[in-house]
């Protein structure tokens, strides 16, 4: 069994107003759960959170899904930030979300794959982590 670390657009498309992808994520999550625990850390989390009025809601919403939380490793943190750099070194905007290299960065640390349909931003600054995503 392995662990799965979501990304927020899967979440959203599954707890938000159905979309073009929330069928392929419906799918995509029911896979990941069959093989093992689904995770969120704080930033998918936050990311997740601004659509709901109240903490208790947003929680059910992940607890629904059988969506367990778990804290972004200290090693996890160091890679994104150095992730992120190479990225600005490219030229990548400012503007880019953080958040995403903290996703990246955790998978790649735990070893847990990645549920996300944003996938080439991973495969570029983690070619190591084995991503679930479209096409």
Known sequence: MTATLLDSDVLIDLIGPESHWSEWSREALTLAAADGELYVNQAVYA???VGFAA???CDW???VQGIQRASLPW????LAGRAFLEYRRRGGARR???PDFFVGAHAAVTG???LTRDAARYRT????VE???PG
């Open 125 to 128: 600054y983690f070619p190591t």
């Open 61 to 63: 919403a992940l607890d």
């Open 47 to 49: 990311e997740v959170s």
């Open 55 to 57: 903490i208790e809601d």
């Open 112 to 114: 847990w794959r990645l």
């Open 75 to 78: 090693p996890a943190a160091f």
């Open 96 to 98: 880019s979300p953080l």
């Open 131 to 133: 991503l679930i995503a």
